[in-house]
């Protein structure tokens, strides 16, 4: 069962949430993308690939559901923004768009290889 703040979240924000006892993802399903809104790991379990599990989980859904790519953006001037930036270059996302307030990071979706 979700958490009462998954199902707030769901509801007045439209969008889905995967919880674990150490982190979440909010994601929504946009026309072509899935688009990836919050990503929390609590910082104790950090530096372990949690926050990739979480990733990897929503690809596949995407992967699942017909979509090409990932997105995701980083708001410009919190304390957290340059981890922020660091942490989607290093799983692959790229810059492909910027705001004076946040920049837009995709990464594309293989699609699932046939088995032979």
Do not use: C, Q
């Amino acid at each position: 069962m979700k958490s009462l703040w998954a199902r707030y979240y769901e509801e007045f924000n439209g969008t889905e949430v995967i919880e674990t006892e150490w982190g979440f993802i909010a994601f929504s399903y946009l026309e072509f993308a899935v688009f990836i809104s919050e990503i929390y790991v609590v910082p104790e379990m950090r530096d372990g690939g949690l926050g990739n599990r979480l990733l990897e989980e929503v690809t596949e859904l995407g992967r699942k559901a017909g979509k090409a790519s990932l997105l995701s953006n980083v708001r410009i001037g919190t304390n957290v923004s340059a981890e922020a930036m660091k942490a989607h270059l290093a799983v692959g996302f790229i810059p492909i768009s910027a705001e004076p307030d946040k920049i837009l990071f995709r990464r594309m979706i293989e699609a699932a290889k046939e088995s032979e």
